[in-house]
């Protein structure tokens, strides 16, 4: 059975509930968080008039330290030939940011990284103690210090004509990182796959934020968490419009050990090569 869990952050067994899930499914959706909602409202809000603005090509990504604006079409999943179809600004800390967006994306890339290390430490003290033994440092730490913390806003414009068949708005992939915190969608589309193949939406209410596990923590923890696959599909024809979605990718410093072989900043740097987005 694969049945994300929708976990009420403030329960008293919200820990258990949230890791429970991550561990069955590879995904947890939280409702009743931290994140201040009219805080989300202003940063889509700020956004889309960042995104449909011409002076975006003036942030234009650097290929080295890959923060920016990369426009569409810009970043393939890993075994896909065709381009997703959206375009993305990727926001790291000290670095570039449009005045208009700067204060509610500061804001937000503060308030969700706090929360995400409440749920590492979730995870830290919900695993069985031999897993938890056999970290090569505890999860919660692995951060410290953390300037690699991605947060990623996302649109997906309306589908125009004659784009390349196959072409989806996000090919079937795996997140990298230790642990993605996905500020819901502002249209439905996200689906993970479960290990038979089969595809389940996730539960995207306005407001909710689902958290995946990525390849990091599947390394770290020896695959007791699965990074699920998963992908954004199209919009119906009759309801072709924009999507935006904002998740934080939760990454270590650069030198935290992940396995006796593999730093983080180790096993990204392979990872971004393979996914087009590193030379
Ligand atoms: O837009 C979404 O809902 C998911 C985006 C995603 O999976 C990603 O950017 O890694
Ligand atoms: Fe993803």
């Not at 998963?230 to 992940?258: G, I, K």
């Amino acid at each position: 059975m694969f049945n994300i869990a929708t976990v009420d952050y403030r329960a008293p067994d919200a820990a258990q509930q949230f890791v429970t899930s991550l561990r069955e499914t590879g995904f947890a959706v939280l409702r009743n968080h931290s994140i201040d909602t009219a805080l989300i409202q202003d940063l889509y809000k700020v956004w889309s008039g960042f995104f449909a603005w011409d002076g975006k090509h003036e942030y234009t990504f650097d290929p080295e330290i890959q923060d920016g604006y990369f426009p569409f079409k810009s970043e393939n999943a890993k075994d896909s030939a065709v381009k997703d179809l959206k375009e993305f600004y990727h926001v790291y800390p000290g670095r570039r940011l449009p005045p208009q967006v700067k204060d509610a994306t500061d804001r937000m890339y503060a308030d969700l990284s706090a929360m995400g290390l409440t749920l590492l430490n979730w995870i830290q003290d919900n695993v069985p103690e031999d897993l938890r033994n056999s970290f090569k440092q505890p999860l919660p730490n692995m951060m410290d210090g953390s300037t690699s913390t991605l947060f990623r806003v996302l649109h997906y414009p309306p589908i125009g004509e004659g784009y390349e068949p196959g072409a989806v708005r996000a090919a079937a992939h795996e997140d990298i990182n230790l642990i993605t915190l996905l500020v819901t969608g502002s249209e439905p589309g996200l689906q993970a796959q479960d290990t038979a193949g089969n595809w389940h939406d996730v539960p995207c209410d306005a407001g909710m934020i689902a958290v995946n596990a990525g390849d990091m923590l599947k390394l770290a923890s020896g695959g007791y968490f699965p990074a699920t696959t998963h992908r954004v599909v199209n919009p119906p024809p009759e309801h072709n419009v924009s999507r935006y979605s904002m998740p934080l990718f939760l990454h270590p410093r650069p030198d935290a050990p992940l396995s006796d072989e593999l730093t983080a900043g180790q096993y990204l740097d392979q990872r971004l090569r393979e996914i087009g987005l590193k030379k």
